[in-house]
């Protein structure tokens, strides 16, 4: 198993967080599926103010580049990506078109 985390950012309006906060409540079922698919096996994301923080466990033969392609490619992930952007906002560390930005370990107690 693999772990990467990563962060996010909300726009500021509580309205649009309680909205996004919903809609995570349960998730399109065809977003569930490709994320099962790629070979994550845990995904979990916590918020704090804007800030959000995404814990993503995957199969060791996990590949970013195998997921994005398979992203690209699919309209129906695409539409939410556009949907979810309407309510995230880049770090402002971010590259251009970047969205969750992955984060560096710096300490494990195992």
Not at 43 to 72: H, L, N, P, V, W
Request: hydrophobic share 45%; proline share 4%; with cysteine.
């Amino acid at each position: 198993m693999k772990r990467y985390c990563f962060a996010l950012d909300l726009k500021d309006d509580e309205a649009s967080i309680a909205e996004y906060e919903k809609i995570h409540e349960n998730i399109w079922p065809e977003i569930r599926e490709t994320i099962v698919v790629a070979g994550i096996t845990d995904m979990q994301i916590y918020r704090i103010g804007t800030r959000m923080f995404m814990i993503m466990d995957t199969k060791d033969d996990f590949s970013f580049e195998a997921k994005s392609k398979a992203d690209a490619e699919n309209p129906i992930v695409q539409k939410w990506e556009n949907f979810m952007w309407t309510f995230q906002q880049a770090l402002p560390m971010a590259k251009p078109g970047e969205k969750w930005v992955m984060m560096k370990q710096i300490f494990g107690l195992v």
